[in-house]
């Protein structure tokens, strides 16, 4: 809660870039804070939502490269993990990225969706999607709350 009262947005950015990504915690907590702390909505929407977009991305490209073992190293992703969701991707591609926000299958299925070759404009598109949602509501729970 620190990086946010001291970074405030950027912060926040930070922290949810990083959940989409290496670190294996949940920027909602952070952006419930920050919605405590009193920062502006529209800013920590767009923060959250950009820094986890872009995490995705970043795993989607790791997939893209097809190097499953930099997934296994880096991210502690299993090549089994990512060839679990073949089947799905085949049979649903790019609506599958707007369930990259979900924990512990959400980064195994965005370096699917790279490894497969998903076509990138409709993932990176389901993605955001997503991904804005799922802080939607918690901006919306942390207000009610």
Wanted: proline share 3%; glycine share 8%.
């Amino acid at each position: 809660m620190d990086l946010i009262q001291e970074y405030g947005v950027f912060g926040l950015f930070l922290i949810s870039f990083a959940a989409a990504t290496i670190l294996p915690f949940s920027s909602e907590v952070f952006l419930f804070s920050a919605v405590k702390l009193g920062l502006p909505k529209t800013s920590i929407f767009l923060a959250a939502s950009f820094g986890n977009f872009l995490g995705g991305v970043s795993c989607y490209y790791l997939g893209h490269l097809g190097e499953l073992s930099w997934c296994e190293k880096f991210f502690k992703i299993s090549k089994e993990k990512v060839l679990n969701f073949q089947h799905h991707i085949q049979r649903f591609g790019a609506l599958l990225a707007s369930l990259t926000w979900m924990p512990i299958i959400g980064d195994p299925m965005a370096v699917a969706l790279g490894y497969f070759r998903c076509r990138v404009a409709p993932t990176f598109i389901m993605m955001f999607i997503g991904k804005a949602l799922r802080y939607v509501f918690v901006i919306w729970l942390a207000n009610e709350l």
